[in-house]
């Protein structure tokens, strides 16, 4: 299932990117391995054991007899199309909840070539869009690695719309799980537009999932442009998650430009939403300019989200600027999501200033 839950995850960054439709991804589960039990005998049962030597060893030779004919079990079955549209129905009758999606994600992996296209088109009939889209979206991935052209033939013929994003970003993703380079060479090869630019995404994605550096060694041996620019998210985006401070030094490596800002400011928003102090510590020793204040607002954006008392009582640490006086007014801006009441109440301690009246109405606008 992991590796489903991983589609559905590179389907999401695409589609902050594209402009797919996005919805609520749920956490991955994780297997707790079971205790070894403790393999040394007691002194007494040493003794025991030394005491009937011939019993001992007519146990030991009727275990290795047995486990010697032990036969190992033959492979599971696939159900056909018909008992997994049967499990699906049932599935749907109760969907939104986590177990839900959990049953929808273990059904996907029990899709074969003999009942993918059968279950498909019961997908095809659903009434609902979110639905549809996730269970095209997890049997198309499904599909796609076991053969990938024709699962992404068939999702370039769905009709255009979400459901089609989702399909073609699923169907890419599963063959890069399978073949990164393979599905690469076939996104590479496609005419220049809005399908190259999603299927590139996606396989960089799935790449900065594996190996970051290597995505991002690939990503600049790519013309310079607009589209590569791009490809700077899913990579800064996935490297912070597993090692932020890995992220943050090779960000800050990049050549000065439009590329390294936007992956300074994808590093301070993801370290911000898992450490904010250690993420507030790195912006401030980058050098002055516009790539550090994008990047701190990013931070303070993300922890004002977590924590916005602790974002606003940092705030006024920062020395006078514009950079600070915008950091009010987005805080202020986040915090009355959450709390109106508190923001204003913050807002008006403040020295008066044209940042301190510009929060304030944001502030007020919210409550």
């Given at each position: 299932?992991?590796?489903?839950?991983t589609?559905i995850?590179?389907?999401?960054a695409?589609?902050?990117i594209a402009?797919?439709?996005v919805?609520?991804?749920?956490?991955r589960?994780?297997?707790?391995?079971k205790p070894?039990a403790?393999?040394?005998?007691?002194?007494?049962?040493?003794e025991?054991?030394?005491a009937r030597?011939?019993?001992a060893?007519s146990?030991?030779?009727?275990?290795?007899e047995?486990?010697?004919?032990?036969?190992?079990?033959?492979p599971?079955?696939?159900?056909?199309a018909?008992?997994l549209?049967?499990?699906?129905?049932?599935a749907?009758?109760?969907?939104g909840?986590?177990h839900?999606?959990?049953?929808?994600?273990?059904?996907?992996?029990?899709?074969?070539?003999k009942?993918?296209?059968d279950?498909l088109a019961?997908?095809?009939?659903?009434?609902?869009?979110?639905?549809?889209?996730?269970?095209?979206s997890?049997?198309?991935?499904?599909w796609?690695?076991?053969?990938?052209?024709?699962a992404?033939?068939?999702?370039?013929n769905?009709?255009?719309g979400t459901?089609r994003?989702w399909?073609?970003?699923s169907?890419?993703?599963g063959w890069a799980?399978r073949?990164?380079?393979?599905?690469?060479?076939?996104a590479?090869?496609?005419?220049?537009?809005?399908?190259?630019?999603?299927t590139m995404?996606?396989?960089v994605?799935?790449?900065?999932?594996?190996?970051?550096?290597?995505a991002?060694?690939?990503?600049?041996?790519?013309?310079?442009g607009?589209?590569?620019?791009n490809?700077?998210?899913?990579?800064?985006?996935?490297?912070?998650?597993?090692d932020?401070q890995?992220?943050?030094?090779?960000?800050?490596?990049?050549?000065?430009?439009v590329?390294?800002?936007?992956?300074?400011?994808?590093v301070?928003?993801?370290?911000a939403?898992q450490?904010?102090?250690?993420?507030?510590?790195?912006?401030?020793?980058?050098?002055?300019?516009?790539?550090r204040?994008?990047?701190?607002?990013?931070v303070?954006?993300?922890w004002?989200?977590k924590?916005?008392?602790?974002?606003?009582?940092i705030?006024p640490?920062?020395?006078?600027?514009?950079?600070r006086?915008?950091?009010?007014?987005?805080?202020a801006?986040?915090?009355?999501l959450?709390?109106?009441?508190?923001a204003v109440?913050?807002?008006?301690?403040?020295?008066?200033?044209?940042?301190?009246?510009?929060?304030l109405r944001?502030?007020l606008?919210s409550?």
């Open positions: 299932m992991k590796r489903l839950d589609r995850g590179v389907a999401l695409v589609g902050f402009g797919v439709l919805m609520e991804l749920w956490p589960s994780s297997a707790t391995p070894v403790n393999s040394q005998p007691d002194k007494i049962a040493a025991t054991e030394t030597p011939n019993a060893a146990k030991s030779e009727d275990a290795a047995v486990e010697t004919s032990r036969s190992p079990e033959p599971r079955a696939h159900p056909s018909a008992a549209i049967s499990e699906m129905k049932a749907l009758a109760h969907s909840s986590r839900s999606y959990a049953t929808f994600s273990r059904l996907a992996e029990s899709v074969d070539a009942n993918v296209r279950v019961f997908v095809e009939t659903l009434p609902k869009p979110q639905e549809k889209s996730m269970l095209m997890l049997v198309i991935g499904q796609a690695e076991l053969n990938p052209k024709a992404i033939a068939y999702a370039q769905v009709p255009a459901s994003n399909a073609i970003t169907a890419v993703s799980e073949d990164t380079s393979a599905a690469m060479a076939w590479q090869q496609l005419p220049a537009g809005p399908m190259r630019d999603q995404q996606t396989v994605t799935v790449l900065a999932d594996k190996d970051p550096q290597g991002l060694s690939f990503l600049q041996t790519l013309p310079p607009r589209n590569r620019q490809l700077y998210w899913p990579i800064f985006n996935r490297w912070t998650m597993t932020p890995a992220a943050a030094e090779r960000a800050f490596q990049l050549p000065a430009g590329s390294r800002d936007m992956a300074m400011q994808v301070g928003a993801n370290w939403n450490d904010p102090e250690a993420a507030f510590a790195w912006v401030n020793t980058l050098p002055a300019g516009q790539g204040n994008n990047a701190l607002q990013n303070l954006a993300s004002a989200n924590d916005p008392e602790r974002a606003a009582a705030v640490t920062l020395p006078a600027s514009a950079a006086d915008q950091a009010i007014g987005n805080i801006r986040q915090w009355a959450s709390d109106a009441r508190a109440a913050w807002v008006e301690q403040l020295p008066p200033s044209d940042a301190q009246r510009n929060a944001s502030a606008a409550w």
